[in-house]
C-alpha cells in the first residue's frame, strides 16, 4: 500500500495492524511529516513495527 498523505497513511497502517500477514506501507515520509514517533507510540503499544530503508 501507498500512504498518499498524512491521515491516509497513520490510517493504512492502523488497518495492517490488524490484518493478519504482513502489511508494507510504502511513502511514509507524509506519516513522519504529521505524526511524531508514530512507529515509536506504536511499538510502546505493542505493536511489531519495522522500518526499512530502500537500498
Do not use: C, N, P, W
Not at 511524531?36 to 519495522?50: I, M, N, S, Y
Amino acid at each position: 500500500m501507498e500512504a498518499t498523505d498524512i491521515r491516509a497513511g497513520a490510517g493504512l497502517v492502523l488497518a495492517g495492524l490488524v490484518a493478519d500477514g504482513e502489511t508494507t506501507v510504502h511513502a511514509v515520509e507524509h506519516i513522519d511529516r504529521g505524526y511524531v514517533d508514530f512507529e515509536k507510540q506504536l511499538t510502546e503499544l505493542g505493536a511489531f513495527v519495522v522500518r526499512e530503508t530502500s537500498a
